[in-house]
């Protein structure tokens, strides 16, 4: 028990400071800093959604077209 007493004691001997703080400013914070958090992330619309998956299927599929092509000229030369 002395020794919590005395814990106590120490904490509260150092001097503490708060700083006001808003919801607001750490929203604002948290979003501009590009973070890849889906809790911080902006909203998107279904358009976009969809628009970025499209693209990610068109890459997709030309990759494997260019590995394809490149697989078929390997196996002519050979």
């Known amino acids: 028990m ?16 708060s700083q006001e703080i808003s919801a607001g400013d750490l929203d604002a914070a948290a979003r501009s800093a590009k973070s890849t958090s889906v ?12 628009r ?16 394809m092509k490149k697989r078929e000229e390997e196996m002519k030369r050979a």
């Open 39 to 50: 809790m911080f992330a902006a909203p998107q619309s279904e358009e976009e959604i969809a």
């Open 2 to 17: 002395k020794y919590l007493v005395f814990l106590l004691a120490i904490l509260l001997c150092f001097e503490t400071q």
């Open 52 to 67: 970025a998956q499209y693209e990610a299927e068109m890459r997709a599929r030309e990759a494997y077209e260019a590995e």
